[in-house]
């Protein structure tokens, strides 16, 4: 199997990567808002878990066959949406924004002007990356400023009414 006839494939089985292409949605397709690249990918593989070489076994597997994590794919695209100066809401994040990526966490956080965390868990408290804790649902927080990025990782799944949060989400 040589390097160059290799694809990687950004956090999909050979099948679904087939599938993909299949529908002609190539892997490397050029960069816009919310797209990954396989660069983006390996540069957040060098940050989080070190050289390929060097790394534990498991994620020198995964880096070989070119799968990368769901939880690696989320950090890489919030890394691409967190301007300087910005705003952001975490929805959910319990006592840490990235619970296996700590480091990633506290660069994101330095770049932002706020960063507030909204979950109903009290272990919100616990959260020692963000501006602010907020223990309450989305759904019952009255916020006193616009966010210019709102994340909910693994949220959705315990939301009873999706529809009534997204729109509490695009209050203006």
């Not at 990687?8 to 816009?32: E, F, K």
């Not at 705003?87 to 006592?95: F, K, Q």
Request: some cysteine.
């Amino acid at each position: 199997m040589g390097s160059a006839k290799r694809r990687r494939t950004v956090g999909a089985t050979q099948s679904a990567a087939r599938t993909l292409v299949h529908h002609g949605l190539p892997l490397n397709r050029p960069r816009s808002r919310g797209a990954l690249s396989i660069a983006d990918l390996e540069a957040l593989f060098a940050q989080k878990y070190g050289a390929p070489e060097t790394t534990g076994w498991a994620p020198r597997r995964r880096f070989r066959f070119g799968y990368y994590l769901p939880a690696d794919a989320y950090e890489c695209l919030v890394s691409q949406n967190v301007a300087a100066g910005c705003s952001w809401l975490d929805v959910g994040g319990g006592h840490s924004i990235f619970p296996n990526n700590t480091e990633l966490a506290s660069t994101l956080v330095l770049r932002c002007a706020t960063v507030v965390a909204v979950d109903p868990s009290e272990n919100v408290l616990k959260n020692t990356f963000v501006h602010e804790r907020v223990r309450s649902k989305l759904e019952d927080y009255a916020p006193s400023r616009q966010f210019g990025l709102a994340t909910l990782r693994m949220v959705v799944e315990h939301v009873p009414n999706p529809k009534h949060l997204s729109t509490r989400l695009d209050v203006s």
